[in-house]
């Protein structure tokens, strides 16, 4: 699993109502579900493949609790530059209600009113970036779907709408790493989500 260089590794929450149903979920401090917490334990086994410098974390409850039952939380920095693309007036909807109304929707596209541009998300994952750029070992973040998704474009130089390209379940592992000497950004694996399976 480990490659050459530092690498970040990213973990998406567990599953909570919202996620479930597919509603928006940005700053809403929506719970874990049972289902969801369970995932969150299974975490703990596959992360102990590396040794971290640093673990940062949302502040929002379902990805700190989620980092907590990992095994993690007492070693965790909650940052708010990890929390989830804030929705503005989207938030707590499905994509498919929101397309009842402005058919062909997409947030990566068409934004959201009165909440971040994907731009601005994209701003907040350059951070996290520079800063784990500067660390020396393995980093672990928890995070959120939309957001984790702009980071790894981020990572890869890409826009941050091209997010729209890496699906991210609840529960995945993700790493970002380099390729041979560290020079080149890369994925190492994506959306791992065997760990869950039993």
């Known amino acids: 699993m480990k490659t050459r260089g530092p690498q970040v590794v990213l973990v998406r929450h567990g599953e909570t109502a919202w996620s479930r149903s597919g509603q928006h979920t940005g700053r809403t401090d929506v719970p874990l579900l049972e289902d969801g917490r369970k995932m969150a334990a299974l975490l703990g086994s596959p992360l102990r493949a590396w040794t971290f410098a640093q673990v940062w974390t949302s502040p929002l409850s379902r990805a700190f609790e989620t980092c907590a039952l990992a095994g993690y939380g007492d070693a965790a920095q909650r940052r708010d530059d990890l929390m989830e693309w804030d929705y503005g007036d989207h938030e707590g909807r499905t994509g498919a209600e929101i397309r009842v109304e402005h058919p062909g929707w997409t947030v990566w ?55 729209r390209l890496f699906l991210l379940s609840t529960g995945s592992i993700s790493v970002l790493g380099f390729d041979g000497d560290a020079a080149q950004p890369a994925l190492a694996s994506w959306n791992d989500t065997t760990h869950l399976k039993g």
């Open 109 to 163: 596209k068409d934004g959201v009113p009165h909440g971040e541009t994907a731009q601005q998300v994209g701003a907040r994952a350059d951070q996290v970036i520079a800063d784990a750029r500067e660390e020396k070992g393995d980093i672990l973040i928890f995070s959120h779907g939309h957001f984790l998704r702009v980071l790894a474009a981020r990572w890869l130089g890409l826009p941050p709408g091209d997010g």
